[in-house]
């Protein structure tokens, strides 16, 4: 496993990515339940219980490459008032819970007098050292601050089906409605080129797009934290 070089780095890690996958799930089915649709509640997701929220391939993602996704949350935009907007709205929620537990995660360093990161992905997941009750506590921190920003940036990308999709599709004009649906279909496509082309080809396209989000509030909690 080559982002963990013992049990010490590997099981902070989990706990981080079942809290931020839980919760950026339970995030999109609480908005979209306010906005008026039921769905999330009727079919069980509307709950922080991790099991049901986890996708096996997001899963694996998040282990072996660094970033990854969950189990999408059902929503029928038929319940909404106004079914682009509030469809972007619940697509938005995701990512801003994730933001909000990065800064959860960041405070909680603050707390423990550790909260300097490297700008590095590779260096927010690894202290260089493990072991102590604090030191635990420090990694958990740590990793929820990386899991949660880098599920923040992956899902804002505009391609289907990840939230940022959804975003865009509120902005876009009426003339170009079609067009644009027809490329939300091939998203999925997208993706995975973009996948291949990041993880085989060595075309940095999606770690750039990340790094270009996580990079800058890294800096500021760095910033803030002095």
């Known amino acids: 496993m080559a982002l963990f070089s013992n049990i010490g780095e590997f099981a902070p890690f989990v706990i981080a990515i079942l809290i931020a996958l839980s919760v950026h799930e339970f ?16 079919e069980g997701r509307l709950t922080l219980n991790p099991l049901a929220h986890l996708d096996p391939l997001g899963t694996l993602m998040f282990l072996f490459v660094g970033f990854g996704w969950g189990k999408p949350v059902p929503v029928n935009p038929l319940y909404f008032r106004h079914p682009k907007r509030d469809t972007a709205l619940v697509s938005l929620a995701g990512p801003v819970s994730n933001l909000l537990l990065a800064w959860i995660g960041f405070s909680g360093l603050v707390l423990l007098g550790t909260s300097q990161l490297n700008p590095s992905l590779l260096g927010i997941i690894r202290t260089g050292s493990t072991g102590g009750i604090v030191l635990v506590i420090e990694q958990i921190l740590r990793d929820t601050i990386f899991i949660n920003l880098a599920l923040m940036a992956f899902n804002l990308l505009p391609i289907a089906p990840l939230d940022g ?25 997208i993706l995975l080129l973009l996948l291949i082309a990041d993880q085989l ?7 750039g797009w990340i790094m270009g989000i996580v990079g800058p509030v890294v800096a500021l909690m760095n910033a803030v934290g002095g």
């Open 165 to 189: 999709s959804k975003v865009l599709h509120m902005f876009i004009p009426l003339r170009y409605e079609d067009a644009y649906v027809e490329f939300m279909r091939r998203g999925p496509f």
């Open 201 to 207: 080809l060595n075309i940095p396209i999606l770690f």
């Open 27 to 42: 995030a999109h089915g609480l908005v979209a339940r306010r906005l008026g649709d039921p769905t999330a509640e009727t």
